[in-house]
């Protein structure tokens, strides 16, 4: 009989340990690209924004933590790194969450006293910040790998990203300071290793297309760009340019896919008079949305390319594009705009803003009261289903960017 109860209690010493280590296993989500997430859980919401007191300039950028059951809120110092200026020093516009990490362009006035390489004395500079830690990196900005003359300048709002490695992506202007010749570069830098890599060979690519002007002297990557969810290719236009009489202009443009492993070019549509433009990359990172003469998405995968309809669509926060269409917020209410449809839906009440979706399709939008704001959630995009005011939030905390 003794012997019966220790062998069950062996088992029993089994069993617990196996579940122990399936516990720890399960618990360390691959989702969060191996980095501890201390503060999240199912239903907990994460958001950074732009916090004001008085004056025009914010005083920090805040982390705003929801209990989405409770509706509890607690907002917190995330950094005095602040985002730049330009769209009111919006999260919701300027900045890329990925895997609890947030990437903008902070602001000049947080270099104050300090001497740049800059083209400018007053620069910003692309930063990373773990939103568990508050920890920021600021991303490098090397004088010019091609022509020693040309001065680095990290210009107003460009895109910026994080692929699924937590590397970041972002442009750096190189031109001279007076005169035409200038390299715009997407980087690629990864703060683990504090290795980068860059875009070249617009040159060589323009010279070698069957459409290129009796001028054309060089060849440039567009400002605008996207990326794939690797992180291996970045998506954008390459133009052709010259002068001609101490003229600048533009000649032919192209679609690319640039691989930043092997420095190979890969034309994807083009060969259009005068330039183009990058709208965004869908949720999935499958369609690419760009105008070439005209607007148009194409397939990343299938390399497909269709005409965008009749509807209005623009440059949106990519925490804006689901798989198939992007959130346009407008003073009477945010419009779901499907580009593969061509139909734009009118699908949020009036002063609503930043709106955004999150891993699972469910939109939160914010909507402004009179002395505080109000955090909504929306199961879908159809006008008819009901949201659900989820917290109420301070006022003077600004275009809040989810973090997941």
């Not at 004056?55 to 985002?83: F, Q």
């Not at 969450?97 to 270099?111: D, I, K, P, T």
């Not at 692929?163 to 442009?171: C, L, M, P």
């Amino acid at each position: 009989m003794k012997h019966n109860q220790n062998q069950n209690k062996i088992a029993m010493k089994k069993v617990l340990t196996i579940l122990m280590v399936m516990f720890l296993f399960t618990s360390c989500s691959e989702d969060n690209g191996g980095i501890d997430s201390p503060n999240s859980s199912s239903d907990e919401l994460v958001f950074v924004g732009s916090f004001f007191t008085d004056g025009s300039l914010p005083d920090y950028t805040a982390k705003l933590v929801v209990d989405a059951n409770s509706g509890t809120v607690e907002v917190s110092n995330l950094t005095y790194m602040i985002n730049q200026e330009q769209y009111y020093y919006s999260f919701w516009h300027n900045a890329f969450a990925r895997n609890g990490r947030v990437a903008y362009y902070a602001h000049e006035s947080n270099f104050e006293g300090e001497e740049s390489t800059q083209r400018w004395d007053d620069f910003i500079e692309p930063v990373y910040v773990d939103v568990n830690y508050g920890v920021v990196t600021r991303c490098p900005v090397p004088p010019s790998p091609f022509e020693t003359n040309l001065i680095p300048w990290v210009r107003s709002m460009k895109p910026i990203f994080i692929d699924n490695k937590g590397r970041i992506f972002y442009t750096v202007w190189y031109g001279l300071e007076y005169g035409d010749l200038h390299r715009p570069t997407i980087f690629r830098y990864d703060p683990e290793t504090e290795e980068y890599t860059y875009t070249r060979g617009a040159d060589e690519f323009v010279a070698t297309q069957a459409e290129v002007g009796d001028d054309t002297e060089n060849g440039a990557f567009s400002e605008g760009f996207a990326i794939s969810s690797d992180g291996r290719y970045a998506y954008c236009i390459i133009y052709g340019y010259g002068t001609d009489g101490g003229a600048y202009h533009t000649d032919y443009s192209f679609l690319v896919e640039y691989d930043f492993d092997t420095q190979e070019i890969t034309r994807l549509d083009g060969g259009v008079r005068g330039g183009g433009s990058i709208y965004g990359i869908n949720s999935d990172y499958t369609k690419l949305v760009y105008s070439m003469g005209s607007k148009k998405y194409i397939d990343l995968t299938t390399r497909q390319i269709s005409e965008i309809g009749d509807i209005y669509f623009s440059s949106y926060p990519h925490c804006s594009f689901s798989t198939t269409a992007a959130l346009d917020p407008k003073t009477t209410g945010t419009y779901y705009v499907d580009f593969t449809k061509g139909t734009e839906e009118r699908i949020t009440p009036d002063n609503a803003y930043a709106p955004q979706f999150d891993k699972n399709g469910n939109i939160y939008f914010v909507r402004e009261g009179e002395t505080e704001n109000y955090l909504c959630k929306k199961p879908d995009y159809t006008l008819e289903t009901d949201f659900d005011t989820i917290a109420t939030i301070p006022a003077n905390l600004k275009f809040v960017l989810l973090v997941e």
